[in-house]
């Protein structure tokens, strides 16, 4: 693998450590600030939603630059929201450093999904994918904890400066390993690649993927604890187990996808359902739990790999579909978690999300085998990466 993927990997890495340690952090910046938890929770929520919004906007606007231009531009975005969110006097400006700092979010992991694939040569390309998202899967595993160990010892300050420095040394990276590639192609191109129907269900796909995983995942907490007897204590290792399967489940779908895409995804998709499913069933056993949310994470992020190179050979190589996979994923998980919600507002118990993130898979399976019957009926995309 080149060695601009590594570059890639550590900007995802450093994306993904900003996404996720904060929420370690939250209950030391609500005192710093001296505001209640529900606004501190908008440095989450608001993070997401700039993340939606950036992703379909920034692609957009810098469509006719070059591809290492702009993740030269949204790493350096990125740098300037975490160092506004290291010294922010106040919560506004906090606040404001998280919302620059997700504008990169969507944009990065789209344009830099088609730059790692043409870094390499076509039967690796989800394997090449696979090698940036690793970085974001890592982070997953290590963001809360890593949060929470800076913050408990040198302050919550602290861990956004680590953050930048990981910033600039991806920054560092991009200029100097990945090559410097083609202009992108232009605005009305990029619109016109969602006239295809293989885009849209794609896309559909994928938020219905990742809102079974994070319909389930948003309340795992109140599973544990509450159904399946671990103490408090407990989550962390839990969460963690999980984002090892994430890791896992990543390295091989791409893997998976290289060898028979198509295939790889309708696995990946039942694997979930039926993991969520007997999760559900079995989940007052100890055991069980703790191999069945590793399986969760490995099934649920197997299908990241494939989804995105899908979406982007249907798409012509479009970066704006690449980005547009990215806000249908965090669509994903806002419609699961709040179904989720849902059935626990309802009384159906703690256990009850773990069967709503099944149905929700479910239907993914569904919307992909017909993504998969039509296609055979269409003439096949032909997409050229730019070196």
Request: some cysteine.
């Amino acid at each position: 693998m080149p060695s601009g993927l590594t570059a890639l990997a550590l900007g995802s890495f450093g994306i993904g450590l900003t996404e996720f340690l904060i929420a370690g952090l939250l209950p030391q910046v609500a005192s710093s600030f001296e505001v209640s938890e529900a606004a501190a929770g908008w440095l989450i929520s608001g993070y997401a939603l700039s993340v939606a919004v950036g992703a379909i906007v920034l692609t957009a606007a810098t469509a006719r630059l070059p591809r290492k231009r702009i993740l030269v531009g949204l790493v350096a975005l990125f740098v300037i929201g975490n160092l506004l969110s290291a010294v922010a006097p106040d919560y506004r400006i906090m606040l404001l450093g998280r919302v620059v700092a997700a504008l990169c979010h969507g944009s990065f992991f789209g344009i830099g999904s088609l730059v790692a694939r043409s870094l390499v040569v076509p039967e690796k390309k989800s394997r090449a994918v696979a090698v940036m998202f690793a970085g974001l899967t890592v982070a997953n595993v290590l963001g809360v904890p890593f949060g929470a160990l800076v913050g408990e010892r040198w302050g919550w300050r602290a861990a956004f400066w680590a953050v930048t420095g990981f910033g600039v040394l991806a920054l560092a990276g991009i200029v100097a390993l990945v090559p410097a590639g083609t202009a992108e192609t232009s605005p009305p191109h990029q619109f016109r690649a969602f006239r295809s129907g293989q885009v849209w269900l794609t896309l559909a796909a994928t938020a219905l993927s990742y809102g079974g995983m994070f319909g389930a995942f948003s309340y795992i907490a109140y599973t544990f604890t509450e159904v399946g007897g671990f103490s408090d204590r407990d989550v962390a290792w839990l969460l963690m187990v999980y984002g090892a399967g994430l890791v896992a489940g990543n390295l091989i779908g791409g893997r998976a996808a290289d060898h028979d895409r198509d295939r790889a995804l309708i696995l990946a998709l039942l694997g979930l359902t039926a993991t969520l499913t007997a999760f559900g069933l079995l989940a007052t056993s100890a055991t069980a739990s703790v191999i069945l949310v590793f399986l969760m994470g490995l099934f649920g992020f197997a299908t990241v790999p494939g989804m995105i190179t899908r979406v982007t050979d249907f798409a012509r190589g479009a970066a704006l579909a690449a980005s547009a996979n990215v806000s249908a994923s965090n669509l994903g998980n806002a419609l699961g978690a709040w179904l989720g919600g849902l059935a626990i507002t309802a009384g159906l118990g703690y256990a009850a999300p773990l069967y709503v993130g099944a149905g929700i898979a479910l239907i993914s399976v569904i919307v992909m085998t017909i993504a998969l019957r039509t296609a055979r009926d269409a003439p096949r995309p032909r997409h050229t990466d730019p070196r």
